[in-house]
Nanobody
């Protein structure tokens, strides 16, 4: 079985910083793209940032220049450094991974973490 576990959420004042971490564990052959999404109350889940295994990145316009995604491929981990946080960044943040599991290595599956709450107070 494959699991993604996030950590690092919490409460911070506007202008502050947080660092989210996510590690994939289990029977994994390889991981392609890893990323972060978020969902605010009453809104749809939206992309925050993604990073391919080769290092290319993609960011939502709303977080460019403030958030940085990084990976440690040896640890099957992805991180999100969030600086200059705004109240509108308040949401549950989810990590995901597009990967090939050992039980079906010929196909790619998307796995999600359980989410971690980020609250930015003004």
């Amino acid at each position: 079985q494959v699991q993604l576990e996030e950590s690092g959420g919490g409460l911070v004042y506007a202008g502050g910083s947080l660092r989210l971490s996510c590690a994939a564990s289990g029977s994994i052959v390889s991981i392609n793209t890893m990323g972060w999404y978020r969902q605010a109350p009453g809104k749809q889940r939206e992309l925050v940032a993604t990073m391919a295994s080769g290092g290319s990145t993609n960011y939502a316009d709303s977080v460019k220049g403030r958030f940085t995604i990084s990976r440690d491929n040896a640890k099957n981990a992805v991180y999100l450094q969030m600086n200059s946080l705004l109240p509108e960044d308040t949401a549950v943040y989810y990590c995901n991974a597009d990967l090939q599991p050992t039980y079906d290595p010929s196909r790619q599956y998307r796995y999600w973490g359980q989410g971690t709450q980020v609250t930015v107070s003004s």
